[in-house]
């Protein structure tokens, strides 16, 4: 399914449904991502030691009553995803000690279209989310020392691009990402408190235009991560 079918879909469906919306809430909501990325290569030699990166989203909060007990949440955020290297795994060598980092942090413009259940005294939230991504940038700053001595830091931009162009040497991800997310939400009106599990579908590597040969599939990245948030809703209609 494209981008345009994936939109279009998501309009009908909020069209089909808005007679038996039973009222309207807006809010903001924000909190910490703990944001990672699942590899899958054929080669899985060629794969990077990550670890989570502590980073947040905040944003715009609809939440659409649809009948007692279930509601359907939208909304606009800022989000914050990529990963961090694990550096001691990364290098590989018991004989040397390694400070610092490298990071590749990844802004994205994301809208969720999740549908929540009550049970009990919590809500279980599923559903699919699109995202765009807005900046991104590699950065770096490490000291080794031991059996040899190393330091370097620096920082290059992301370019978003759905082939492999290398212009001026700078990495390329694909922009557009589109998963599923699953979690959990307890409410103390006016405040929503939630934990989510966010799962990626598409896979971020870009064809390259210049090995026809090549295939992304061979090198699959997709975002995953946790996050924690805290809405607050201010508006019913």
């Known amino acids: ?21 039973s009222q309207i809430s807006l809010g903001v909501e924000g909190g910490a991502n703990l944001a990672n990325i699942s590899q899958n290569y054929v080669d899985q030699t060629n794969e990077i030691p990550t670890i989570f990166r502590f980073t947040g989203h905040i944003g715009a909060k609809v939440v659409y009553g649809l009948k007692e007990g279930i509601n359907i949440h939208s909304g606009l955020y800022i989000s914050g995803k990529g990963h ?7 290098f590989d060598d018991p004989t040397i000690d390694i400070k610092g980092y490298i990071r590749k942090k990844i802004t994205y413009v994301e809208v969720p279209l999740n ?13 699919p989310y699109i995202a765009f991504a807005a900046k991104g940038r590699n950065e770096w700053s ?5 059996a040899f ?16 162009i290398r212009r001026n040497g700078m990495e390329e991800v694909k922009g557009l990402d589109i998963g599923l997310n699953l979690g959990v939400r307890y409410s103390i009106d006016p405040v929503v408190v939630g934990l989510t599990f966010d799962k990626g579908l598409t896979n971020l590597t870009p064809t390259d235009p210049n090995d026809p040969s090549y295939d992304p599939a061979s090198e699959k990245v997709t975002n995953t991560g946790l996050r924690f948030s805290v809405a607050y809703i201010f508006k019913q209609f």
């Open 1 to 21: 399914m494209n981008l345009k079918s994936i939109i279009a879909a998501t309009v009908f469906s909020l069209i089909v449904i808005s007679p038996a919306l």
């Open 84 to 90: 961090s290297t694990n550096l001691a795994a990364y």
């Open 115 to 127: 549908v929540s259940f009550n049970v009990g005294p919590v809500d279980l939230v599923a559903g």
């Open 142 to 146: 490490y000291d080794i020392t031991g």
């Open 149 to 164: 001595t190393l330091s370097d830091s620096g920082s290059e931009l992301i370019q978003f691009s759905d082939h492999k």
